[in-house]
């Protein structure tokens, strides 16, 4: 493959949505989402237009806000940029995957205990539904739920392990490392390969990754943006800087 050519995961939630995730596809027009109780993900052409704008308005609804993930193009004037951070993107590059004895599967029914620890935790988005999207394992002291790791985009031959999280109580005890493993370890018996998302400014979470074997693919973004109240299909385009 030519080093220019697009990846795979250049656009990883497009091709989720288009792939092995399309039976969760929302569509209008040329832009994709998941339903917005699963993930808020979306996929927008690389350079969308008034139209595709206008789609996406109408798929959120006026003064909803955005997530954008992973997109670094032009918004429009009357869009309120609402959050902006750098975000990176990391490979499996020689992970010891294995399975944990005390992971278990998480199933529906553990769902409020999955929500209390990550509003308790703030690894990321974790949806009512988004256990649809994957596996998910978990490790229990007490029968409470204090750990956690899943699955969540699936480009084809990829996927992310995402929701990493230990409550506070028990941190240090290399819970996370052990789920992450765990989780790859999945993955990779289904001939796949893991990646996963973390923000450029969370050094803590950046080198654990590095020391498990996860190598730097590339850099992105996760901005979000809210949808005018009133949509005008003809506003120019502003930057994102």
């Known amino acids: 493959m030519p080093a220019d050519a697009p990846h795979v995961l250049d656009h990883p939630a497009f091709a989720a949505l288009t792939g092995p995730h399309s039976h969760f596809a929302e569509r209008r027009g040329r832009v994709l989402r998941y ?3 699963v993930s808020p993900w979306l996929a927008l ?21 955005v997530p954008l993930l992973g997109y670094r193009g032009e918004v429009p004037e009357d869009w309120e940029i609402t959050f902006q ?3 990176v993107q990391f490979v499996d590059d020689g992970l010891a ?6 992971a278990v599967r998480l199933g529906p029914a553990d769902v ?3 929500l209390d620890l990550v509003a308790r935790t703030q690894p990321g988005p974790f949806l009512p539904r988004t256990i649809e999207l994957g596996t998910y394992l978990g490790i229990r ?3 409470a739920l204090i750990a956690m790791a899943g699955e969540r985009l699936h480009p084809p031959g990829w996927t992310e392990i995402s929701a990493v999280c230990t409550d506070p109580a028990f941190r240090g005890e290399g819970l996370a490392t052990r789920l992450i493993l765990a989780v790859a370890h999945g993955i990779r018996e289904r001939g796949e390969t893991p990646f996963l998302h973390t923000g450029a400014q969370n050094t803590d979470a950046i080198r654990l990754y590095e020391s498990l074997g996860f190598r730097l693919r590339r850099r992105t ?3 979000a943006a809210r949808v005018p109240e009133r949509s005008a299909d003809d506003r120019a385009a502003v930057p994102v800087v």
């Open 35 to 37: 339903p917005v109780d």
């Open 141 to 143: 002291r007490d029968g």
């Open 221 to 223: 973004a996760f901005l």
């Open 45 to 65: 052409p690389d350079e969308p237009d008034a139209r595709d704008w206008a789609d996406l308005a109408a798929l959120a609804g006026p003064g909803t806000e």
């Open 112 to 114: 409020p205990e999955m």
């Open 97 to 102: 995957a294995a399975p944990d004895a005390e």
């Open 85 to 87: 951070v750098d975000g």
